[in-house]
């Protein structure tokens, strides 16, 4: 198991896609479970992302959009093979606020995610406020992720303000969080409180954490 965590991570961080899912597949074939695959070699793989971005590692936006995918088309395979249906931690729905096109972002997040066992629901891009509230409550979510590129989609009247103005106005303020994240909010860290969000997410991989805590609030 060593070894196969040892070649899976240096393939990650080499973006080699190819090399990542060869290790997997000779796992599979040399009899390692799937529960094994997702929480003992891509899950620590999504967590030494994490680890070496917050000791400033200079890891770049392809190994984080790498790790993500790769983690998103395992799991995807390897849970269907599980002996017992996963325990989902929680729900999500995603996307880009309305006027931004921009999807990069929300798709490293999804990939994290989905290796962490919590359910996301990707709204696509360019997604009114109302609907992302509407979703949220038809799928049972805790948390709603708002993506923005541009400083005038992230500040926009249709973007997580509103999400937060709709909440407020049906009473829903205390059953859903809100995380913001995207090039805006890095440049003004304190963004996220202006636009009435709960948290925001430095990056795609670190928002996984982020997200799961924002989870275990609001289910207590």
């Not at 917050?54 to 984080?64: G, I, K, T, V």
């Amino acid at each position: 198991m060593e070894k196969i965590i040892k070649e899976y991570n240096e393939a990650i961080f080499d973006t080699d896609r190819e090399r990542a899912l060869a290790v997997i597949h000779h796992a599979v074939a040399s009899g390692v479970s799937p529960e094994d695959i997702v929480f003992k070699v891509v899950v620590p793989a999504i967590e030494a992302m994490i680890k070496s971005i917050s000791e400033n590692f200079d890891a770049n936006l392809a190994q984080h959009f790498m790790a993500a995918q790769i983690a998103s088309e395992v799991t995807e395979a390897m849970v269907a093979r599980f002996a017992a249906p996963p325990q989902i931690i929680g729900r999500m729905v995603i996307g880009t606020a309305s006027g931004d096109l921009h999807s990069l972002g929300k798709r490293i997040v999804s990939g994290c995610l989905r290796s962490m066992m919590i359910e996301v629901t990707d709204l696509g891009v360019n997604v009114p406020a109302g609907r992302f509230v509407d979703e949220a409550m038809a799928r049972e979510a805790q948390v709603i992720g708002i993506s923005a590129m541009m400083v005038h989609t992230a500040r926009g009247e249709d973007g997580c303000l509103k999400v937060r103005k709709i909440l407020k106005d049906r009473g829903l303020e205390n059953r859903f969080k809100l995380i913001v994240g995207g090039a805006p909010f890095r440049y003004d860290p304190e963004l996220y409180r202006t636009v009435g969000a709960d948290a925001w997410a430095e990056d795609g991989v670190t928002a996984s954490r982020v997200i799961a805590g924002l989870i275990k609030e609001v289910l207590g």
